[in-house]
């Protein structure tokens, strides 16, 4: 069993930046992928990004290049640093576990955080 907490999540102007940590419990976090994920009013939940237990990162087309997805094995936390923020990054982001190598669905993953709102004003 794996939990998650997200945070840093918060308010930002359009330009600006924000770092999303995501802290996972249990002993085998580095055997995990590990996914960010966001979901906008109205929207379905989308791929942001995801690392791999190898740290082989894939990124969203929408963010690729603004977004920097890491991971502290050593503190059993995975990061999504966001620069160049826009107003249509507003979301409630979520970060995702699973065993698999390179889960890359919503319905891949097993263990989910709780989320962590992040609104960009223009």
């Known amino acids: 069993q794996v939990q998650l907490v997200e945070s840093g999540g918060g308010l930002v102007q359009a330009g600006g930046s924000l770092r999303l940590s995501c802290a996972a419990s249990?002993?085998?976090?580095?055997?995990?992928?590990m996914g960010w994920f966001r979901q906008g009013p109205g929207k379905e939940r989308e791929f942001v990004a995801r690392?791999?237990?190898?740290?082989?990162?894939y990124y969203a087309d929408a963010v690729k290049g603004r977004f920097t997805i890491s991971r502290d094995n050593g503190k059993n936390t995975v990061y999504l640093q966001m620069n160049s923020l826009k107003p249509e990054d507003t979301a409630v982001y979520y970060c995702a576990a699973d065993i698999r190598p390179s889960p890359q669905d919503v319905n891949e993953y097993a263990y989910w955080g709780q989320g962590t709102q992040v609104t960009v004003s223009s």
């Open positions: 249990g002993r085998t976090f580095s055997s995990y992928a």
């Open positions: 690392i791999t237990s190898g740290s082989s990162t």
